[in-house]
């Protein structure tokens, strides 16, 4: 009887130690989270299409909103729609959009920049019947938090017929140098006119008497901005470093500074030529 106590006490004993490894889940280790590094500015590509075309929310928001004028903006299916209205123009006979930004003022925030333009004429004449609203689409990697416009005029091109007959013609100004560019208030000492770049640029330069944020970017050589952000100034000086997205062959380009007053306006902006030079193989576009 002794034994066979001791039998079952043992028997007991190993299925106790199964159980208990059975029960035992391994260890899961989740995916480090990837991180998407963006430039503070830049641009958003986007394509026109007509409202018809438009998802079924998007056109009764326009139709509810027919009667006036207005610009707004929502998001269908992970897509986002900017929807303008051409009614009841307070300036001039038309408007166009004339380019997206995505702008990081904060970590995972994005705002979208949307700048317009009143025209002063329609091509091809008077549009016939009533002007349908502009319909822009965009997407991008993540849920867009905030979205503003800024609305600008088309300058006249057509000057008047003068009465009597005109002026001289003035002396066409020189090039801002250095010293004009002090005066300014604002200079850039690096990089160079003339220097080939690539991404990061560092840019560096001295700043007095001014009211307003500094700024700093990079354009290409068709004027289209390839990375802007704000700077940080220490006394009188800046000094920043810019990441940018170039192109497959090398390209003249500009780097400038401004300062931006109140309403966003632009002010003291210098500027220096560069020579930007092909991306690189293992170029990642972001900011520092």
């Known amino acids: 009887m002794r034994k066979f106590a001791l039998v079952m006490c043992f028997l007991f004993l190993i299925s106790l130690s199964i159980g208990c490894g059975a029960a035992r889940k391994p260890e899961q280790t989740e995916p480090a989270p990837k991180t998407i590094v963006v430039p503070d500015v830049s641009k958003v590509s986007f394509e026109t299409i007509e409202l018809e075309k438009a998802p079924e929310i998007v056109r009764a928001l326009a139709n509810n909103l027919e009667e006036s004028h207005y610009a707004t903006w929502t998001a269908v299916n992970g897509r986002n729609y900017v929807v303008i209205s051409q009614q009841n123009l307070p300036v001039g006979k038309g408007i166009e959009i004339i ?143 810019i990441s940018f997205g170039s192109s497959e062959n090398e390209q003249r380009g500009t780097v400038e500074a401004f300062v931006t007053g109140s309403g966003g306006i632009e002010k003291d902006m210098v500027a220096v030529p560069v020579t930007i030079l092909p991306k690189g193989a293992e170029e990642t576009i972001g900011a520092p």
Not at 159 to 178: F, L, Q, S
Not at 224 to 238: C, D, I, M
Request: net charge negative.
């Open 99 to 241: 380019e997206i930004e995505r702008r990081i003022p904060a970590n995972d925030f994005d705002w979208i920049n949307v700048r317009l333009r009143y025209l002063a004429n329609v091509e091809n004449g008077e549009q016939e019947g009533e002007p349908k609203p502009i319909v822009a689409v965009f997407s991008l990697d993540r849920a867009v938090k905030a979205l503003g416009f800024e609305i600008g005029r088309e300058e006249n091109k057509t000057a008047p017929t003068p009465a009597v007959p005109p002026a001289p013609a003035p002396t066409p100004a020189p090039e801002t140098t250095k010293e004009q560019a002090a005066e300014k208030g604002l200079s850039l000492n690096s990089p160079k006119p003339g220097e080939k770049v690539d991404s990061p640029l560092q840019i560096s330069g001295t700043v007095s008497g001014v009211e307003g944020a500094v700024r700093v970017r990079i354009k290409d050589s068709g004027g289209q901005t390839l990375a802007e952000k704000p700077v940080n100034v220490s006394g009188s000086r800046f000094n920043t470093s």
